[in-house]
């Protein structure tokens, strides 16, 4: 089946890099057609610490997809994410005239703007401005201003800044890889679009990423982005925990964690975690599984509860929780996460408005399906910021000339 038009994503994630080919469906949806991964070398908090190990890896992810879709690769769309990444509300506002008049797009435009001239870290630039609440002469909670009479215009919006360092050395790397860094999107948003749906942005949710090596959160209200983070601890630290605890090889734990993982104690029969402490080797069961993982995950999700900060309000995400990410797949995770937060949560692996095509391998693809979604022009109708005042980072006109078919 021939496509018009092909999308390329690459998730340059803690643990693997996932490279994915797709095509818009009929339906409105996306049509997978390949897929390749390998593991991520030289790659550490969001950024490459050796390039040459990373562009290798990243072609060698490229190269399986390429194979898998049977078609050749130029270029293709990436991820962000690490600790270099800030958030922060900034107001803006507009004085629209003497006289009211109705609101226009320059009017919204120039608050936007006023927003996002604020100073910011050295060395930093804004990757994402994202409109929450616009006040109108004094009227808060305004989601859409254009065309309602007004004299004073102001904005409260959500920024999100990153390292101008780690973008260049970014691009970089994939450009030494052999293949054109053709734009980006930030993970944890690109995430969120693929998995959350409309309803529940919505009507308020939290998303909680527990990837290898750190653990990411977005919180979307009225359909718009209202706070996002990540803390340094994942599924790679719970799966140490394993391995030191049962005095096994981190692959044997890997593979406790993902065929027997159990986080919360209460769901097995209790076991003094005092053998623990003994010499030898304890003997594997589902109490000592979770005398292990629940106090790491419980600490993981209290330092997300912690980074949240104030814009964690509990009445205002009446949608809950949903939880992804490899470090979610042990039993119990669910109710551990509604114990900490005090809030309904679900697990959601699989993401939404896939249609047809090559199923996706086992493993994490929400964040690549979400670049894919994104660079096809999906991300607004998807939750991901857009709108006036958008970074102009969003690609026109490069889909076609990123592949060749065979």
């Not at 912690?306 to 669910?334: I, P, Y």
């Not at 937060?341 to 095509?357: D, F, I, K, T, Y």
Request: hydrophobic share 40%; proline share 5%.
């Amino acid at each position: 089946m021939e496509h018009d038009q092909l999308i390329v994503a690459c998730d340059l994630g803690s643990t693997e890099f996932r490279v994915l080919v797709a095509a818009p469906s009929p339906e409105g949806g996306l049509t997978v057609l390949g897929t390749g991964s390998a593991e991520a070398a030289g790659f550490r908090d969001g950024d490459f610490v050796d390039v040459g190990s990373g562009s290798r890896s990243i072609a060698k992810a490229v190269r399986a997809a390429e194979a898998s879709a049977n078609v050749d690769i130029a270029g293709f769309c990436y991820g962000i994410s690490g600790s270099h990444l800030r958030s922060l509300w900034a107001r803006g506002q507009h004085k629209i005239g003497p006289n009211r008049r109705a609101v226009d797009a320059r009017d919204v435009e120039a608050v936007l703007e006023k927003a996002t001239s604020i100073a910011i870290p050295f060395d930093h630039a804004i990757l994402a401005s994202n409109p929450v609440s616009y006040t109108v002469d004094g009227i808060p909670g305004v989601v859409d201003p254009l065309d309602r009479p007004g004299s004073l215009l102001e904005v409260d919006a959500y920024l999100v800044t990153g390292s101008s360092s780690v973008q260049h050395n970014l691009e970089h790397t994939i450009e030494k890889s052999g293949y054109h860094a053709a734009s980006w999107h930030i993970d944890a948003l690109a995430t969120a679009s693929a998995l959350l749906s409309p309803q529940e942005r919505q009507e308020g949710v939290l998303l909680l990423d527990i990837g290898g090596l750190h653990t990411q959160w977005v919180i979307h209200r009225s359909g718009r982005i209202a706070g996002s983070g990540a803390v340094p601890w994942g599924g790679v630290h719970m799966t140490n925990d394993l391995a030191h605890g049962l005095r096994v090889s981190a692959a044997e734990a890997e593979t406790i964690k993902r065929q027997r993982g159990l986080a919360l104690r209460s769901l097995a029969e209790d076991v003094d975690p005092e053998v623990l402490f003994e010499e030898g080797e304890p003997d594997e069961s589902p109490g000592l599984v979770a005398a292990i993982l629940e106090p790491r995950l419980e600490e993981i999700v209290s330092l997300v509860k912690r980074d949240m900060g104030q814009d964690f309000q509990q009445s205002l995400l009446h949608r809950g929780v949903v939880v992804t990410g490899g470090g979610s797949r042990c039993a119990g995770t669910e109710q551990l996460i509604e114990e900490v937060l005090s809030l309904p949560a679900q697990r959601r692996l699989a993401p939404l408005g896939l249609s047809g095509g090559k199923p996706l391998p086992e493993g994490q693809w929400a964040t690549a399906v979400g670049l894919a979604f994104w660079a096809l022009g999906g991300g607004q109708d998807a939750g991901a910021e857009g709108g006036p005042g958008e970074p102009p980072h969003r690609p026109k006109g490069w889909l076609g000339g990123l592949f060749r078919r065979r």
